[in-house]
């Protein structure tokens, strides 16, 4: 028997855009990826990278994210 598609809109505990902070950055990791690349200094060295918002709105739009080495994520976000 084929199971139905529970995911995102169709999940009973969907919350869309009244979703919390790390239901939001676990949804753009689903849906882009593991970031390998910093957006700011180009960097692909082995560290750790993170999905900025860009906004500071937590949007469910994947064009509001930005991928960002530790260090680039912390001097982005002291200076919005």
């Known amino acids: 028997k084929k199971r139905k598609n529970i995911s995102n809109e169709n999940n009973y505990g969907?919350?869309?855009e009244d979703a919390g902070y790390l239901?939001?950055?676990?949804?753009?990791a689903r849906k882009l990826g593991k970031p390998q690349l910093c957006e700011h200094?180009?960097?692909?060295k082995k560290r750790k990278y993170h999905w900025a918002?860009?906004?500071g709105e937590y949007k469910r739009d994947l064009t509001d994210w930005i991928r960002l080495c530790v260090p680039?994520?912390?001097r982005?976000?002291?200076?919005k």
């Open 14 to 16: 969907w919350k869309g």
């Open 23 to 28: 239901a939001k950055h676990a949804w753009v």
């Open 41 to 44: 200094c180009r960097t692909t």
């Open 53 to 55: 918002n860009k906004s």
């Open 72 to 74: 680039c994520h912390s």
């Open 76 to 79: 982005y976000d002291r200076n």
